[in-house]
């Protein structure tokens, strides 16, 4: 069974560009999460959907960041227009059961450098 | 809300036995985690254990809970040089979505 994956592995950018990161979870599994570490800090978590819905965006840091799950398959994380202290790995995860379920798998993550 | 600490570093001897500690601040039921880390890789669920029980062996990993003073221990025996990584604790009350977790432990074992 393929696990989480993400794409790209790494992106750079310059600061005010544009960035779309992609998360394929594992098959089946209606949840699904973003977290973000930031270099030496927690790793923090973003938003979770349920399917194509929004369950908890109680994380996302500002509407510069922008997630969707057309479908309830894969999502995608945007951030418009990105700034330095977006750098870090972002991180998806999925699982599945009710209330998200108690165990999450994570992909490789994300490493998005902001120059 | 919920913090999750851990030391940030430890440096064993290849065939040494390693203990990496966390402890947490949420009094409600919880399930807690140990993350591994490889370099350049994602995050890989080691094991878990819910908040009513007090230790968990699965091969060489043995997860010990204090409750009472909400402290988490991860033993590693017969510490390998595979295992050099970081060390996550984390922990999720049941019914929520969020994992809370440290900062991180860089385990670094040396031949």
């Known amino acids: 069974e393929a696990g989480v994956t993400q794409f790209p592995s790494h992106s750079v950018i310059e600061k005010g560009q544009t960035v779309t990161l992609r998360c394929d979870p594992i098959s089946g599994h209606d949840n699904l999460y973003w977290y973000r570490r930031v270099m030496g800090k927690e790793i923090k978590f973003l938003l979770h959907?349920?399917?194509?819905?929004?369950?908890?965006e109680s994380g996302m840091p500002n509407n510069r960041f922008l997630a969707e799950r057309t479908g309830g398959t894969y999502s995608t994380l945007k951030v418009q227009p990105a700034e330095l202290e977006d750098s870090g790995v972002y991180f998806c995860?999925?699982?599945?059961?009710?209330?998200?379920?108690?165990?999450?798998?994570f992909g490789p993550g994300t490493r998005l450098t902001v120059l | 809300g919920e913090d999750v600490e851990q030391s940030l570093f430890l440096s064993v001897r290849e065939g040494d036995s390693s203990v990496i500690n966390c402890t947490y601040t949420?009094?409600?039921?919880?399930?807690l985690y140990w993350y591994k880390q490889e370099p350049g890789a994602g995050l890989q669920l080691l094991t878990y254990i819910f908040s009513n029980m007090d230790m968990k062996q699965d091969q060489r990993l043995t997860v010990l809970l204090n409750k009472k003073d909400k402290h988490l221990s991860l033993r590693i025996a017969d510490t390998q040089t595979g295992d050099s990584a970081i060390y996550f604790c984390a922990e999720k009350p049941p019914g929520y979505s969020t994992l809370t977790f440290g900062k991180g432990t860089m385990l670094l074992v040396s031949p």
């Open positions: 949420d009094s409600s039921s919880t399930y």
């Open positions: 959907f349920v399917k194509e819905s929004k369950q908890d």
């Open positions: 995860a999925s699982s599945s059961g009710l209330a998200g379920g108690p165990l999450q798998f």
